[in-house]
């Protein structure tokens, strides 16, 4: 049985072509969002604004007037995750 090898493929087949064909056989598998596992793994640098924010919601569920609000905590908690995920996120989008 006959078998190319690379350099006969590559008489075949523009440079380009080659270069590509991983590419194209990975086109097919659904990508996966980074993100999150930044998120998962920046999580836990963040704790003091998840306490923060967790101590803010057991004062809000005792509040019957229903004015208060944890919305400022909150932002805080994630854009600490955000700030912590951001470099190593467009690091890999590079």
Known sequence: ???????????FYSEEF????????MA????VDQKKYFEDACKPKCVRAWLEYQGCVKRV????TGHKHCT????????????CVAPKL???LK
């Open 18 to 25: 080659l270069y590509r064909i991983p590419q194209l056989i």
């Open 61 to 64: 569920e005792a509040d019957e």
């Open 72 to 83: 400022g905590q909150y932002f805080d908690y994630w854009q600490c995750v955000d700030k």
């Open 1 to 11: 049985m006959w078998r190319l090898g690379w350099l006969d493929w590559a008489r």
């Open 90 to 92: 467009f690091e890999k």
């Open 28 to 31: 097919d598998e659904e990508p």
